[in-house]
């Protein structure tokens, strides 16, 4: 098993990836789990992907607060311009944490991309903050994101659209509200078309926890479900028409539950219990300002 103790030089955040309708009435494990790394810094609860925000901030302000969050601040961006404001700037100056609602994660990327806010974001997480998202806000983590596609059915290899997400994570397409909305078949669609990436199926009040970029651990009461097509021997998604249904043969799959592990980098399950401790702990330091957003920006492609 690959060793996942933290070396100093590559210290990097937490990424906080949840299926949607995450518990925010019971025990709140999930959003505990988000206050819990934040600790004593800055949350910025961010509803850029919502076409109508209202009350996406003030429900998570009251969870959060409740949870022992002290420093909680709602960041609205309603069209790009918002992104590059001084107010918005000093909103994310020294922030800890951050966190996307969820909405349409098409959004987010083009109201964002390319903006101070997302090179801002890049280096909290670079300096090892921590990013969370909810439904659209999951989506969006990966290099490319699923924006449309049909659900509940077996997939149709011209249903699914895509378009480059934040890059946050490589060589993973990350679906939400998955066993809910019965995502199965678009998310081998996605694999399909590049066996290289991991497909990462995510059900509601459901989240993984993502270390250093190696490993997650799954908390929540659903599953996570993880596609793995780097042994496919055929499929027809480059011959087939766009109404034809996929096919596709030697699909490796997991399906994990709370506790579980599963490492990124040999794409297997691993013992939760065997991992480092000390990685789970995060200090709450302010994170620095980069000076050049832009050219932060541009390294952390």
Do not use: W
Not at 40 to 63: C, I, M, N, Q, W
Not at 78 to 90: H, S
Not at 116 to 141: L, N, W
Not at 222 to 249: F, K, M, P, R, W
């Amino acid at each position: 098993m690959p060793d996942h103790k933290r070396r100093k030089e590559d210290r990097v955040g937490t990424l906080i990836i949840i299926g949607g309708h995450e518990d925010k009435e019971g025990d709140r494990e999930i959003l505990q789990e988000v206050a819990r790394r934040v600790g004593k810094g800055k949350l910025v609860v961010t509803t850029v992907a919502s076409h109508e925000p209202e009350g996406y901030f003030d429900t998570y302000r009251k969870v959060f607060k409740d949870l022992g969050l002290k420093n909680v601040m709602g960041l609205d961006v309603n069209e790009r311009a918002d992104a590059v404001t001084e107010e918005t700037g000093k909103l994310l100056e020294d922030a800890r944490g951050i966190f996307f609602t969820g909405g349409d994660q098409l959004r987010i990327t083009s109201q964002i991309g390319d903006t101070q806010m997302e090179a801002r974001i890049r280096e909290i997480f670079a300096s090892g903050g921590v990013i969370c998202g909810t439904s659209a806000g999951a989506s969006v983590m990966c290099e490319t994101m699923m924006i449309e596609g049909k659900g509940g059915e077996s997939h149709r290899i011209g249903d699914l659209r895509m378009a480059p997400g934040l890059g946050l994570i490589r060589d993973a397409i990350i679906d939400q509200h998955f066993a809910e909305r019965g995502r199965m078949g678009r998310l081998l669609g996605a694999v399909a078309q590049n066996p290289r990436v991991l497909g990462i199926g995510i059900d509601e009040d459901t989240t993984i926890v993502v270390e250093e970029l190696r490993y997650f651990t799954v908390l929540g009461s659903g599953a996570v479900y993880v596609v793995d097509g780097s042994c496919v021997t055929h499929s027809n998604i480059a011959e087939g028409g766009e109404d034809q249904i996929l096919s596709i043969y030697d699909v490796k799959l997991h399906v994990l539950s709370k506790g579980d592990a599963f490492d990124l980098q040999e794409r297997r399950p691993l013992d939760a219990c065997k991992l480092d401790p000390g990685s789970k702990a995060q200090d709450s330091s302010p994170i620095p300002e980069i000076e050049n957003p832009r050219a932060a920006s541009a390294a952390s492609d």
